[in-house]
């Protein structure tokens, strides 16, 4: 059971990115996978999820309205495309995935709580002013 995130640059303020995160090693159409992030001395953020089966998604509010979360079902990919990007966004963006029906609440619980039992290792994001 595996996740490898990938995209993560250095890029300027108000450019976009793309960030993938590849499964591999579970059935991936049963779970929900969601972005988070990190920078250094700040707690984790929970930013957006998606229910595979059925691409139902939420978003938080650090990047509503600058984001969009994605699944590519036959790649066993889930994408997060991030726009008009800003220093504040400077953190190691990370996935995570669970059993859908193992989750507990809604989805802005698993956000909020981050009850995902597998987790990537995280792709780097910078952006400079």
């Known amino acids: 059971v595996q996740l490898v995130e990938s995209g993560g640059d250095l890029v300027q303020t108000g450019e976009s990115l793309r960030l993938s995160c590849k499964a591999t090693g579970f059935k991936f159409d049963d779970h929900a996978i969601a972005w988070f992030r990190q920078a250094p001395g700040k707690k984790r953020e929970g930013l957006a999820t998606?229910?595979?089966?059925?691409?139902?998604?939420y978003y938080s509010d650090l990047l509503r309205g600058r984001a969009t979360i994605s699944a590519d079902n036959a790649k066993n990919t889930v994408y997060l495309q991030m726009n008009d990007l800003g220093p504040d966004d400077t953190a190691l963006y990370f996935c995570?995935?669970?059993?859908?029906?193992?989750?507990?609440?809604?989805?802005?619980?698993?956000?909020?709580?981050?009850?995902?039992?597998?987790w990537g290792q995280g792709t780097q994001v910078t952006v400079s002013s």
């Open positions: 995570a995935a669970h059993d859908r029906l193992r989750l507990p609440g809604v989805p802005k619980t698993w956000l909020d709580l981050a009850p995902f039992g597998t």
């Open positions: 998606i229910t595979v089966s059925d691409h139902l998604t």
